[in-house]
């Protein structure tokens, strides 16, 4: 059974910096693409950032020069670090795993987290 849990939201202000984790089990870990989205309140999940398992990036125009996906395959974890933060970036951020195409779309992972919730205040 395929867990992901992400950890690392909370309050900050305009231009500050949080990063978040997200810790994988009972998932193959380096194979096909992961990734963070996020979803606002009353609008739809959207990409934010996604990484093949060979390294490769992407990232949504919104957040580019200013998020940065990793993964630290010995630990099994996925990381977000988010620097210079909006208020227009306050929204839960999600996990996912499972997908096989190179591409920021919600439906083409197959696992998710939880979620955490990120507010930024301005």
């Known amino acids: 059974q395929v867990q992901l849990v992400e950890s690392g939201g909370g309050s900050v202000q305009s231009g500050g910096s949080l990063r978040l984790s997200c810790v994988a089990s009972?998932?193959?870990?380096?194979?096909?693409?992961m990734g963070w989205f996020r979803q606002a309140p009353g609008k739809e999940r959207e990409g934010v950032a996604i990484?093949?398992?060979?390294?490769?990036?992407a990232y949504a125009d919104s957040v580019k020069g200013r998020f940065t996906i990793s993964q630290d395959n010995a630990k099994n974890t996925l990381y977000l670090q988010m620097n210079s933060l909006k208020p227009e970036d306050t929204a839960i951020y999600y996990c996912?795993?499972?997908?096989?195409?190179?591409?920021?779309?919600?439906?083409?992972?197959?696992?998710w987290g939880q979620g955490t919730q990120v507010t930024v205040s301005s």
């Open positions: 996912a795993a499972g997908s096989t195409q190179f591409t920021i779309r919600p439906k083409d992972f197959a696992y």
């Open positions: 009972g998932y193959r870990y380096g194979s096909n693409c």
């Open positions: 990484i093949d398992s060979r390294g490769p990036t």
